[in-house]
């Protein structure tokens, strides 16, 4: 395990524990899973967030065999309807799974999203929250996890869906103002807020984009 990481990690967990998220570190993927079906009790309803991170875990089929009800948007073939039905379930959901664009140093949480539901249910609705990130997540201050919440993440997902933006075709962001723009609402969680139990899982290992 590479110490220089494990490291970074302890530090930036201290970081967002100052900032009231109960904050950690697991040394990989495997043991990230487990620690989810602990924190999850197997009764509880569990809303999934649009996260690559989250389906890299195999957490959904393993909270599925566990009795868990699991809801997530992320199915082929969906109607605008039911898509819009399913998100607005997750947000009622006793548990809300996702994971985040970028995480600084100092412990503030970074996103951005098209529609918002996600940056929404993690800032009010579900009752818990659970952030799952891997180190290639920690950036070292605001600026940088807006870039990489653009230039990293943004981009790779609209190349993952599609999108007609030119980040999907060049990998690189312009800050475009593209009908199919993927970047619309920009969050930084700076202190967890009042009225939901935030927990953040650092990885020492690559997870998600
Ligand atoms: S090019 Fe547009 S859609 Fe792509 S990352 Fe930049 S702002 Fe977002």
Redesign the pocket.
Known sequence: MPTDKITDLTKTARALNKRDFECAVVPDANEAAKTLLQYIPPEAVVGIGGSVTIRELGIIGKLEARGNAVIPHWQPGLTEETDRKLRRQEGLADYYLTSANAITEQGEIINIDGIGNRVAHMIYGPENVIIVAGYNKIVPDIDAGIARS?EIA??LN?QRVGSK???AKTGK????D?PG???RVITIIQYRPWQTKIKVLLVNEKLGF
């Not at 962001?173 to 475009?176: F, I, L, Q, R």
């Open positions: 653009k943004a981009a609209a933006t030119p980040c962001c312009v800050d475009c593209a723009r993927i970047c």
